[in-house]
């Protein structure tokens, strides 16, 4: 990685980034919300397109220049629209919580009815927390999960059809499980209200094949970009045509005002990866490391969310791990861990009796494994790792010794 001209000019910059990817090659990196993004992207990302003021959109701009601009965003939005089979994408959103702004700007009115999943079962503060801007501009209802950790659909129904919501939002930040897409739109149909799915955690995963992408039927889908779709830091909106107008307008000139051309450039870079054949092997992966990270785990004393996963990313509940046993040791795990090589964030648990500030989860997944090469036996390996952590908090000298076998498995496996 090239960072000469930022050494000459700015050294204490560079020290910290220097220090930032010593970090990330050789620590277990399993935040299920971070990727590592191809050089290309990078390349992108870092480029002249920087330079470009770029307000309105292809073809239809407020500034002169934006020839090679246009090429670049209409590269984007036609390589979007065949990843996911979408009539149109908006890839203007700098973020997956600027996209569901820009969505309810554009089609619902302040004091509207939204139905979300509740932010303590797994849903993101974007679906109506009271400390967000959704849940003060708009009337959320929210449904959760049952005790097993599992949506009960028929719930679902019931709450749909006795509230009426204007729009029906599905895609969580915490959940392991497959959505059932196909149910959440013929609710929505039933009780006429817009059908919406945030997937920015699962996009890579319905893209390449490994769950159902709801694109093709849902009315919206916003995602980011980051995730597992392994793109530059941002996010895009997909919708039906008969949207599309209302969406472009909420976007610019509603929200923002010039576009972040070089970041829409490495989305361009990062579909046009993800149409390879290669990145169908890479999400089914994801899912299968996950499952095997989750086996492994179970099988040294640890509780998972719902007993496991479908997806990139698992929940652990600390209560219920013998080893730990009560409420409120999130954070004082995932510190445990990281001084063990392994990064992952502290995360409430559905029904968890303790504060966000202090929750009794840890929130992990496998997407930076992944693309790193890793596979089933390397999971197998992690996950006694971390049971053994867990099981022995109070044990600093094995922190020590994991630590440094989890540097020598990173030492294996290629970085940049």
Do not use: W
Request: with cysteine.
């Amino acid at each position: 990685m090239n960072i000469d001209n930022l050494k000459k000019q700015d050294p204490e910059v560079f020290i910290a980034v220097y220090n930032e990817v010593e970090r990330q090659k050789n620590e277990l990196n399993m935040i299920p919300s971070e990727n590592y993004c191809s050089p290309a992207v990078l390349e992108a990302c870092g480029s002249v397109l920087n330079n470009k003021y770029s307000e309105g959109y292809p073809k239809k701009r407020y500034y002169q220049g934006n020839k090679f601009i246009d090429d670049v965003e209409i590269l984007a939005i036609e390589r979007a629209k065949k990843l996911f089979g979408a009539e149109h994408v908006n890839v203007q959103v700098h973020s997956g919580s600027g996209a569901n702004m820009a969505v309810y700007f554009a089609l619902l009115q302040p004091g509207d009815k939204i139905m979300a999943m509740d932010l303590s079962h797994g849903g993101h503060l974007t679906h109506g927390s009271p400390v967000n801007f959704s849940g003060k501009q708009y009337q959320f209802i929210h449904y959760g999960v049952e005790e097993n950790g599992l949506i009960n659909m028929e719930k679902v129904k019931e709450i749909a059809e006795r509230e009426k919501p204007k729009l029906i939002l599905c895609g969580y930040t915490a959940y392991p499980r497959k959505i059932n897409f196909r149910k959440f739109y013929e609710i929505a149909q039933s009780v006429g209200a817009i059908s919406m799915a945030d997937i920015s955690h699962i996009a890579g995963l319905c893209a390449g094949g490994a769950h159902e992408n709801p694109t093709p039927y849902f009315d919206i889908v916003t995602t980011t970009t980051h995730k597992t779709l392994r793109g530059p830091r941002s996010a895009m909106i997909m919708c039906k045509e008969k949207f599309a107008a209302a969406i472009d307008k909420a976007v610019f000139p509603g929200l923002q005002g010039g576009p972040h051309e070089h970041i829409i450039a490495g989305k361009a870079v990062c579909f046009l990866e993800d149409l390879q054949p290669e990145f169908k092997n890479y999400s089914e992966q994801v899912v299968k490391n996950a499952k095997v990270l989750a086996e492994t785990l179970m099988a040294n004393g640890i509780s998972l969310v719902s007993n496991g996963t479908d997806n990139h990313l698992l929940l652990a509940d600390l209560i219920k791990t013998p080893s730990i046993g009560k409420p409120g040791m999130g954070k004082e795990v995932a510190v445990a861990l990281e001084e063990a090589g392994i990064v992952l964030n502290a995360n409430s648990i559905p029904f968890d009796p303790s504060t966000p500030f202090k929750p009794s989860g840890i929130r992990f997944g496998t997407p930076i494994l992944t693309t790193r090469g890793m596979k089933e036996n390397e999971m197998r390996l992690i996950g006694k790792f971390m049971a053994d952590v867990i099981n022995n908090l109070g044990d600093f000298e094995l922190r020590q010794r994991i630590k440094k076998q989890t540097k020598e498995l990173c030492d294996r496996f290629v970085f940049y």
